[in-house]
């Protein structure tokens, strides 16, 4: 029992961390500068005081007001009743979300309202690390710090916990693909039962009536039935599992799914045609291309995608200083290099660990590939689109900086060693010594013997104090970024 209380402490520790975090981003973002999350508070009210679900219909997209009201920051003199475009979105948040608005606005005064449903929000968000948690210590049971690393990073990564105190259904989709992951990992599907089967039709229809990154679940599962037939001869699994499984998913969606026939027509039962309708003035990838050429969309779509995925705060208006953005830039690159390491030996040894592996290439490609095709429409190159695969990247981050401060430690004090010294020498003969970049290289390449050590003296102990320290990141964004340059 007491081994069991301190294999928990870690994960307790971090789930506090991220709601000490997720509460001061709550409380203290002013409201509704978190994207999109004035129509989908719109929504969730429409439930409550309605009854039903509401349609999305011409004007429910105000481009002029809606640019207006940003600009300035959210003035309690500008109604944000006019923004209702989320309504075309699945229903489930909002449901859930309903009865919380009710309650709330009998108890507490109009603005603690958006307050309450951030931190209902925030729940969910503890309950996805959780999951997430979970999915990893089901791959690898005897690796506890690796699943740990994994959430803290999910718990501390700034844009992403700013995300989860805000209203929007991001989190919720967020958790049903960390349930979905996790229960694909406990049992291969060629050998699931008839309650397995059920239970994973249930989370892909509770993803279908949540958000339409449900492809994300749908593609894993595709993905993994496809593998474990393919690799197991002698099935004890009948079709009928499988009928079972889709067929729970289409008996929870199929109300939603009528309703939209009668709502929107029988063409158009997810409402993306009357989306289209409906946000005129959004930015497509079309006319972005008609002012620039494909280079700049390049650059554009890919330093977008960066900085919003570390911090991009309110509307995508309040970057981080560029500085900032460079040493993040050079410290993927350091943990780039221990990945890269572990990836070379594991394949020297002939120790790739197969189905783990399908299971969260899956994961990143389907979310990756969803995210390419979202642009290709509508040029909306933001970071936090990729959270719905915030578990294997958190992974994928934590093995890299695990290696630096390992195996690949000396590799990684050669190249940023090498680096600081050509930026010093480069720097000499031209005159222009870029001091900033040379003293995070240096920085990066005493980091690995410094974090070596540290791991000698006790084993995790670089990991924690690298994860506080983005703890506390995440605190300086708040504080420095999002109140001073959002607030009315």
């Not at 397995?196 to 492809?215: P, S, V």
Request: proline share 6%.
């Amino acid at each position: 029992m007491q081994r069991t209380a301190i294999q928990k402490a870690p994960l307790a520790l971090i789930l506090v961390i991220y709601l000490v975090l997720g509460g001061a981003y709550a409380l203290y973002t002013p409201l509704w500068q978190v994207p999109d999350e004035p129509a989908h508070f719109n929504y969730i009210k429409y439930i409550a005081e309605h009854g039903q679900l509401p349609e999305l219909k011409p004007g429910d997209y105000p481009h002029d007001y809606l640019e207006e009201i940003k600009a300035r920051r959210f003035p309690p003199t500008m109604s944000i009743e006019p923004i209702r475009y989320e309504a075309h979105q699945p229903p489930l948040y909002y449901l859930l979300a309903a009865p919380i608005y009710l309650v709330a606005e009998r108890t507490f005064s109009p603005p603690l309202v958006p307050l309450v449903l951030r931190f209902f929000s925030l729940f969910l968000g503890a309950l996805s690390l959780f999951a997430g948690y979970k999915t990893i210590r089901t791959l690898w049971p005897s690796q506890m710090p690796l699943a740990i690393g994994t959430v803290a990073f999910a718990a501390t990564l700034p844009m992403h916990v700013a995300m989860n105190a805000g209203i929007n259904n991001d989190v919720l989709i967020e958790l049903i693909i960390n349930l979905t992951a996790w229960q694909l990992a406990k049992t291969p599907l060629a050998k699931m039962s008839p309650r397995h089967a059920a239970g994973l039709g249930i989370l892909l229809g509770l993803a279908f009536l949540t958000k339409m990154q449900a492809f994300i679940v749908l593609g894993m599962i595709l993905v993994l039935l496809a593998w474990d037939a393919h690799e197991t001869t002698k099935t004890s699994s009948p079709r009928y599992h499988i009928c079972l499984l889709f067929g729970v998913a289409l008996a929870l969606t199929a109300p939603w799914l009528i309703r939209n026939a009668l709502v929107y027509g029988p063409r158009d039962l997810l409402a993306l045609k009357r989306h289209d309708q409906v946000v005129v003035g959004q930015l497509t990838t079309k006319e972005f291309l008609s002012m620039h050429n494909y280079i700049e969309l390049l650059r554009h779509f890919v330093q977008t995608t960066f900085q919003s995925f570390w911090g991009q705060f309110g509307w995508m208006g309040v970057p981080l200083d560029q500085r900032i953005y460079l040493a993040l830039f050079l410290l993927c690159c350091w943990v780039a290099i221990g990945v890269g390491a572990k990836s070379m030996r594991l394949l020297h040894e002939h120790r790739f660990p197969s189905r783990r592996l399908v299971l969260l290439a899956s994961w990143i490609l389907i979310t990756v590939a969803g995210y390419l095709w979202y642009n290709t429409k509508y040029l909306q190159p933001q970071g936090r689109y990729l959270f719905a695969a915030i578990i294997p990247l958190g992974l994928i981050f934590t093995i890299g900086l695990q290696e630096c401060v390992s195996r690949a430690s000396r590799l990684c004090t050669f190249i940023f060693g090498a680096l600081a010294g050509g930026l010093f020498l480069s720097g000499l003969f031209l005159g222009d010594i870029k001091g900033y970049t040379f003293i995070i290289a240096l920085g990066l390449a005493l980091l690995a013997p410094l974090g070596s050590a540290l791991e000698r003296l006790k084993s995790g102990l670089f990991i924690f104090l690298f994860y506080l320290g983005m703890a506390g990141f995440t605190l300086f964004c708040l504080w420095f970024y999002v109140v001073p340059h959002l607030s009315p």
